[in-house]
């Protein structure tokens, strides 16, 4: 089983600032089969990123995605109010399928 | 636009049984492949079960493997999870979503399943 590793647990941060999310594998995730999802309270997660840096549709580009083999990088370039929420990086190139537990990125 | 709907939920007793539904609509349901993802209360998120595009190759999360069961109905557009076995740590909100080849894509809004005696 491949477990991903979020760091920080929690992000505070001001409206505008940057923020950089990390996440790393127990082994190589193969064909950078790795997902971000974005997560509000009492809402379903919403997918930003896949294959590492492609972003869905939708997706503003102040979001950015980077990484390979073990260690991934989400980049939030400058915070919007509704950026405040949970992340969660997803590996899906082998079962079972894996998620990491998660950083907050909270209003400072 | 793609949507899925959950049912099926509720209160059950540990060793008990449920049966959760997810009504598919706005997409070819007979050639994609399905998820059941599970968060429970205050935690991240788990998960579950895939069955993949040709309805026949399905994955297990280890902790219910030999205890739940993915299934489709494509006549029905409906994905289900049969759920045997129930033990408290089996109480979250569970999700079924939708898989562009593995990769999960649109998600429901979930539907709460709480184990307890």
């Known amino acids: 089983e491949i477990v991903l590793t979020q760091s920080p647990g929690t992000l505070s941060l001001s409206p505008g600032e940057r923020a950089t999310l990390s996440c790393r594998a127990s082994?190589?995730?193969?064909?950078?089969?790795l997902a971000w999802f974005q997560q509000k309270p009492g809402q379903a997660p919403r997918l930003l990123i896949y294959d590492a840096s492609s972003r869905a549709t939708g997706i503003p580009d102040r979001f950015s995605g980077s990484g390979s083999g073990t260690d991934f990088t989400l980049t939030i370039s400058r915070l919007e109010p509704e950026d405040f929420a949970v992340y969660y990086c997803h590996q899906y190139v082998t079962s079972p399928l894996t998620f990491g537990g998660g950083t907050k990125v909270e209003i400072k | 636009q793609v949507q899925l709907v959950e049912s099926g939920g509720g209160v059950v007793r540990p060793g008990g049984s449920l049966r959760l539904s997810c009504a598919a609509s706005g997409f070819t349901f007979s050639s994609s492949g399905l998820h059941w993802v599970r968060q429970a209360p205050g935690k991240g998120l788990e998960w579950v079960a895939l069955i993949r595009f040709d309805g026949i190759n399905k994955f297990y999360a280890d902790s219910v493997k030999g205890r739940f069961a993915i299934s489709r109905d494509i006549s029905k557009n409906t994905l289900y999870l049969q759920m045997d076995s129930l033990r408290t740590e089996d109480t979250a909100l569970y999700y079924c979503a939708k898989s562009s080849g593995w990769l999960i894509g649109h998600w429901g809004q979930g539907i709460l399943v709480t184990v307890s005696s």
């Open positions: 082994q190589s995730v193969g064909n950078n089969y």
